[in-house]
């Protein structure tokens, strides 16, 4: 099988097991009518899904440099397929969606960045760089799918048929690993007593600075998803909105807008230099961040525009800063260095939303234009730190 042929059938496989990502995101408005939810408990939620991401996805990423990928990418799968049956049948308020939110996060674990190694370890190298941006790339377009999935199936047959039909990605998924792809022996596996050992990551001076811009990254971009639909309820309700404009499909369309962002942002990283437009990309980030949450009054279309330009700029650098640490490790650590990179990368998609919940609090609450000024402020700021964990990797 070719390269392109096996890392578009991964994507889709990808884009499949995160059926389920916008379960609670896409219906946040909801949640917050019937089940009387703060802002903080709303970012908690969603914070639950990117702690199970976090805190299985070093277990599940480093087991790629002992065994093959492949495997635990299915055992994801199911996982996948369990979080969102059980968030669709037995969550009913802020305590019993905790613990299904954190089941479906430690399974886009296993599916993720393991799909990632396991389409490394069969790819050659001089393809990588290019190979890896398409599928980093294809997050957005999952996410942007399950928005649309939840958004319109709820407009047109009610949440709960909603929330079911998130079980429908993972089986299929799961298919097409066991029908396209064949087992791989890793021929130079890590001991286990060493499996577990990141001293190796953790002194790669290059790798850490991608690293940490990742925790930047996934900070912003994860605060941003998980209120995007709110944002845009509050402001379809402050004007006189077309009805035409579906809050469900502008969501969609915003995610998935990251795709071709993330891969245009890393054929700049390729031009100019990664370091250069990572920081050049972070930079405009900030300066949109900074004045999106005020525009909610305007008129709706202006405000679907820069909320628009801002998911675009958020996605930009992930392909670029994933494919830095990656290309930045020996071949035979990449997995350990897949499991860094999660782990304190997506700190920051565990960090990002809950603290965005409480700056929304404390400001007003989610009814009120200052508190999504600066909810979407202090999202932003916390890109100034990227740019300088950059600086690691010269």
Same mark, same amino acid.
């Given at each position: ?20 990502? $916008? ?23 969603? @914070? ?7 805190? +299985?996805?070093? +277990? ?19 996982? $996948?397929?369990?979080? !969102? ?21 430690? $399974? ?44 319109? +199936? ?38 286990? *007593? ?6 190796? #990551? ?28 709110? /944002? ?12 035409? &404009?579906?809050?469900? %499909?502008? $969501? ?50 202006? #405000? ?21 640490? %990656? ?7 990449? @997995?350990?260095? &897949?499991? +860094? ?8 998609? /565990? ?7 409480? #700056? ?15 909810? /979407? ?11 300088? !964990?950059?600086?690691?990797? *010269?």
């Amino acid at each position: 099988m070719s390269s392109l042929k096996l890392t578009l059938l991964l994507c889709l496989a990808e884009i499949l097991f995160m059926t389920a990502f $916008a379960t609670f995101p896409a219906l946040t408005p909801y949640y917050f009518d019937h089940w009387d939810l703060s802002g903080t408990e709303a970012g908690w939620i969603n @914070g639950a899904f990117f702690l199970g991401f976090t805190l +299985v996805g070093v +277990v599940a990423s480093t087991l790629t440099d002992r065994i093959d990928a492949r495997s635990v990418v299915i055992v994801g799968g199911v996982a $996948a397929f369990i979080g !969102a049956f059980g968030f669709a049948q037995l969550s009913s308020d802020f305590w019993s969606a905790l613990p299904w939110r954190f089941v479906s996060g430690a $399974a886009l674990a296993c599916t993720y960045m393991p799909g990632l190694k396991l389409l490394t370890d069969r790819i050659d190298n001089r393809e990588q760089s290019r190979f890896i941006a398409l599928y980093t790339a294809c997050f957005s377009a999952g996410s942007a799918l399950s928005f649309l999935l939840i958004g319109q +199936v709820n407009t047109w047959l009610g949440v709960e048929a909603a929330v079911y039909s998130a079980v429908i990605g993972p089986p299929i998924a799961i298919f097409i690993l066991l029908t396209w792809t064949d087992p791989k022996v890793n021929q130079a596996p890590r001991s286990w *007593r060493q499996l577990l050992n990141f001293k190796i #990551v953790l002194r790669n001076r290059k790798t850490m600075g991608y690293v940490f811009t990742y925790f930047c990254h996934t900070w912003e971009l994860m605060a941003m998803r998980t209120f995007l639909v709110a /944002f845009l309820a509050f402001a379809h309700t402050q004007t006189d909105a077309p009805a035409w &404009m579906d809050i469900s %499909v502008i $969501a969609a369309i915003i995610i998935f807008l990251g795709l071709p962002s993330s891969i245009l942002g890393n054929e700049l990283s390729m031009k100019i230099g990664r370091q250069r437009a990572i920081t050049l990309i972070m930079g405009l980030a900030l300066v949109t961040a900074a004045g999106l949450g005020f525009t909610a009054n305007l008129p709706f279309v202006f #405000v679907v525009f820069i909320a628009a330009i801002y998911g675009i700029l958020v996605t930009a650098d992930s392909s670029s800063i994933t494919s830095g640490a %990656v290309l930045s490790a020996p071949s035979e650590n990449r @997995g350990v260095t &897949m499991a +860094v990179h999660s782990l304190i990368g997506f700190s920051g998609a /565990f960090a990002g939303p809950v603290v965005a919940g409480i #700056v929304l609090d404390f400001g007003g609450g989610h009814e009120s234009l200052t508190a999504w000024g600066f909810m /979407f402020l202090s999202v932003g700021l916390v890109s100034l730190f990227g740019p300088l !964990a950059l600086r690691m990797t *010269r």
